[in-house]
């Protein structure tokens, strides 16, 4: 994978001005029915969203990688009117009738294509209508910008890559937050459906569940960021809190559009259902 986006290829980018240095945020989405709750996560989704454009820079751009875009290589939606993508079952009608009309941004998604390489060099691809925003993507971005004005373009990730390789791809992306783009990466530091205690409080999370969101908390607040790509090697601790990784790779791209150094604060630091973990971050 090729090196950071140079300054004169963002010129590329008419439609995104310099900017002061946009933060990074990762948010543990957990249930989908957090994104029409009244509950602690969305609370914290909203006064996190009020913070954008007064302690916090306004975006031009958010791009969002969710744990719910699984695809052969990497792409990015390319559409100027992605839809909203209702990719789940068993809930209530109230959450299949939301919807995020953000509009996407064709003309940076094709410009960010060409910069970021993937494995042998190769462009991201682009999406013209297949995707969307997913409920990893638009039930957090409801609560937080809630007008839906600012464009959105997801960007995928290819499972069949290695965690480091995620990680690399990451790293290119940083450039992109000195023009106004905001990474919003969503997923779950743990996540173990299969051992979901519906209805179960923060305070009764697995020891499992615990010590793993603790040891890669401490990773994160340590600016350890380079061990995360390694969290398999923490054996069975990782496979209970991760029977499959998708929910995990997400903070991999968080990641590595940061620097080690920057500032970070947490919040969402509970469990739902004992093994979900809702630890979220904000960089800079």
């Known amino acids: 994978m090729s090196t950071l986006i140079d300054a004169a ?8 001005k310099k900017s002061e240095k946009m933060p990074v945020l990762f948010v543990g989405h ?3 029915l957090n994104a029409i709750g009244d509950n602690e996560y969305r609370r914290s ?6 913070e954008f454009g007064s302690t916090l820079p306004q975006p031009q751009l958010i791009l969002c990688i969710s744990a719910h875009w699984l695809t052969e290589g ?12 209702h990719d789940f079952g068993g809930f209530p009608q109230e959450l299949f009738d939301q919807q995020y009309p953000a509009p996407g941004d064709s003309a940076a998604a094709q410009v960010i294509s060409q910069l970021v390489r993937q494995r042998n060099s190769l462009p991201l691809g682009l999406d013209l209508g297949e995707w969307g925003l997913d409920h990893g993507a638009w039930s957090v971005l409801k609560p937080m910008f809630p007008k839906a004005e600012i464009p959105v373009i997801q960007l995928s990730m290819d499972y069949s890559r290695a965690p480091e390789d995620h990680y690399a791809l990451a790293k290119q992306l ?28 923060g305070s009764q999370a697995y020891d499992w569940a615990l010590e793993f ?11 350890n960021l380079d061990a995360l790509q390694s969290f398999q ?26 620097d080690a150094r920057e ?22």
Do not use: C, E
């Open 30 to 32: 957990g249930s989908p």
């Open 174 to 201: 940083k450039p992109l937050r000195d023009r106004g783009v905001l990474i919003l990466a969503s997923g779950n530091i743990v996540h173990n459906l299969r051992q979901m205690q519906r209805g179960a409080a």
């Open 9 to 16: 290829s963002l010129d590329r980018l008419p439609s995104l």
């Open 45 to 50: 989704w909203q006064a996190l969203g009020g």
């Open 263 to 284: 500032s970070m604060r947490f919040f969402n630091t509970s469990f739902q259902g004992g093994s979900i973990s809702m630890r979220s971050a904000v960089w800079g």
């Open 213 to 223: 969101d603790q040891t890669i908390g401490g990773y994160l607040q340590q600016g």
């Open 74 to 85: 990497w792409w990015l939606t390319g559409m100027d009117q992605p839809k909203t993508i």
């Open 233 to 258: 090697k923490l054996g069975q601790l990782a496979k209970m809190a991760h029977p499959t990784y998708d929910h995990f790779l997400p903070l991999l791209y968080a990641a590595g559009a940061v």
